[in-house]
């Protein structure tokens, strides 16, 4: 900020293009976080509903060759609901990491908030 | 056109058969679907040959977009990788722009969204998975098992957890294949409601009509945004079988 050699006119340009820049990131900024919850959203959803799938595939399977029905299906559906939460909380892990590596130098308390 | 003929909301979804090839038992005809992937495929080529053809230091907007995209896989690779991952730019770039064509192409009124199937988005998927799986049997051999061993855990527990982590991992290729044609095929049949309600309530149209202008709007958000996760997904799962845990 502190450039006294440059004349008058040309610092007032210079703070109005600032200015600018900054609103604009910020409409920006809004937008792909609004994109980003979104998709967020969806793909919690995919993991939780795809571990279980696998799960009661495998348990119908198996039990389907070893003639054990319904008791391995229950034993994986349980496995399966618990690879799902796995997955959403890895998911929920990564997207704290990348939030902090991507934008770092704002702070803590706005960094939560859009968990 | 669309008022002479039955029409509902999921008839976009209709494979139909433009050229019948029968190999066999096998029905591999060229249908609509296979035609979507050909313009695509096109128009990635177009876009991209005919982007990068004038070469200027100082680009244009075309060669802007084209450098644009460039940039944009290379640093997913680089910030999701790191510095080996340049090797696999040339997958993830050929996944990340099909998928985006596909839904891009899908914008356009009238023609036909082929990530909206999940017999391409699982094959696509499927492709990723078995790449990826291969990927870490030739970077690490038998110590991949290593993969299904969650790292501090006490072996009381490993019966309980090799399980889950097995079955998290065969989740992967349905999760992703699930997400991008469950995001397509639900935003445009949520399109086409919403337009069948505009000619039915007259004047009052004019909300749905509105809406369908907003939805319009989010559905090339979510169209771009479903690319860049599964581009972003190929690069987590390379990662991972490049670096283990």
């Known amino acids: 900020m502190a450039e006294p050699e440059r004349p008058q006119p040309l610092r007032d340009l210079d ?6 820049r900054a609103e604009e990131d910020g409409g920006a900024r809004a937008a792909a976080e609004r994109g980003r919850g979104l998709s967020l959203a969806v793909r919690i959803g995919a993991e ?10 495998i348990g119908l399977l198996l039990d389907s060759w070893l003639g054990t029905a319904p008791w391995l299906l229950v034993v994986f559906f349980v496995l399966g609901a618990a ?3 796995l997955n959403v909380y890895r998911v929920m892990e990564r997207m704290n990491r990348t939030v902090g590596d991507a934008t770092g130098k704002r702070p803590e308390a706005e960094r939560n908030g859009e968990r | 056109m669309a008022s002479a003929e039955h029409h509902g909301p999921l008839s976009q979804f209709e494979i139909k ?3 019948p090839i029968h190999l066999g038992e096998a029905d591999i005809s060229f249908t609509n679907s ?6 695509a495929l096109i128009g990635i080529t177009l876009f991209l040959l005919l982007g990068a053809r004038r070469r200027a230091l100082v680009p244009g907007r075309w060669q802007s977009m084209v450098e644009l995209s460039y940039e944009f896989i290379v640093g997913l690779l680089r910030d999701t990788v790191g510095p080996d991952g340049r090797r696999y730019f040339p997958f993830v770039f050929t996944l990340f722009m099909f998928v985006l064509f596909g839904n891009m192409l ?13 017999v391409v988005t699982f094959a696509l998927a499927a492709v990723v998975f078995v790449g990826v799986t291969i990927l870490g049997f030739v970077k690490h051999g038998v110590r991949f098992f290593a993969f299904f061993v969650p790292p501090g855990i006490s072996v009381a527990l490993w019966p309980l957890m090799i399980p889950i982590e097995i ?8 999760s992703l294949s699930v997400r991008l044609f469950a995001n397509m095929l639900a935003g445009h049949t949520l399109l086409k409601v919403f337009a069948g309600f505009v000619p039915v309530l007259g004047a009052a149209g004019v909300v749905p009509l509105a809406f369908v202008a907003a939805l319009s709007g989010l559905e090339l958000l979510i169209a ?13 799962y390379i990662n991972d079988a490049l670096h283990l845990h």
């Open chain 1, 15 to 20: 703070r109005r293009l600032k200015r600018l």
């Open chain 1, 48 to 57: 939780l509903v795809a571990a279980l799938v696998v799960g009661v595939g």
């Open chain 1, 83 to 85: 690879a799902g939460m």
């Open chain 2, 17 to 19: 058969t433009l050229l």
């Open chain 2, 34 to 39: 296979s035609l979507m992937m050909v313009i």
């Open chain 2, 106 to 118: 899908g914008m356009i009124p009238y023609s036909f969204t082929f990530t909206s199937h999940i």
């Open chain 2, 167 to 174: 079955i998290s991992y065969l989740s992967r290729p349905i």
């Open chain 2, 224 to 236: 771009f945004l479903q690319a860049y996760v599964f581009a972003i997904l190929t690069c987590l």
